[in-house]
């Protein structure tokens, strides 16, 4: 269940990009924060279906691109030609590495990895706003 601060939030932002307020909007916003899991717009589609969601495909997908403008959600590009979506509220800052066998995609955190890629910024004379840190691994036999 959403708080009432982050559907605060949520509506505040769909005002200001002109967006009407929607249950199945919000019930997109809710499925992807309720989950931990990286998955594809039809995923999310069939998810909310399966919940007796009247919701559409098009609208899951328009809302999907709205969430990750206004930082709701994050968009993975594992280079598979499919995107899929992870929820930043309550999700920490971590990073992912992409098994190129399996497209299994396994979070991480390195605080040590953090620490370097700042020093080199700074060093350089810059301040690391936003990174997306992906590995593509393949599992040792």
């Known amino acids: 269940m959403l708080n009432n601060e982050l559907v605060n939030k949520f509506k505040s932002a769909l005002k200001n990009?002109?967006?009407?307020?929607?249950?199945?909007?919000?019930?997109?916003?809710?499925?992807?924060?309720?989950?931990?899991?990286?998955?594809?717009?039809?995923?999310?589609?069939?998810?909310?279906?399966?919940?007796?969601?009247?919701?559409?495909?098009?609208?899951?997908?328009?809302?999907?691109?709205f969430l990750v403008e206004n930082d709701f959600a994050r968009k993975i590009d594992i280079g598979d030609g499919k995107s899929r979506y992870e929820t930043k509220i309550n999700h920490p800052h971590h990073d992912h590495m992409i098994c190129v066998d399996t497209g299994e995609i396994i979070e991480f955190v390195s605080p040590q990895i953090e620490q370097i890629q700042d020093e080199i910024a700074q060093k350089k004379g810059y301040k690391i706003i936003k990174h997306v840190h992906q590995l593509f691994v393949k599992k040792i036999r």
């Open 17 to 65: 990009e002109n967006m009407k307020f929607t249950t199945q909007r919000l019930s997109i916003l809710e499925e992807i924060v309720e989950s931990k899991e990286h998955r594809e717009c039809e995923e999310i589609y069939l998810s909310l279906k399966n919940q007796g969601e009247n919701v559409s495909r098009a609208t899951v997908y328009r809302t999907m691109d």
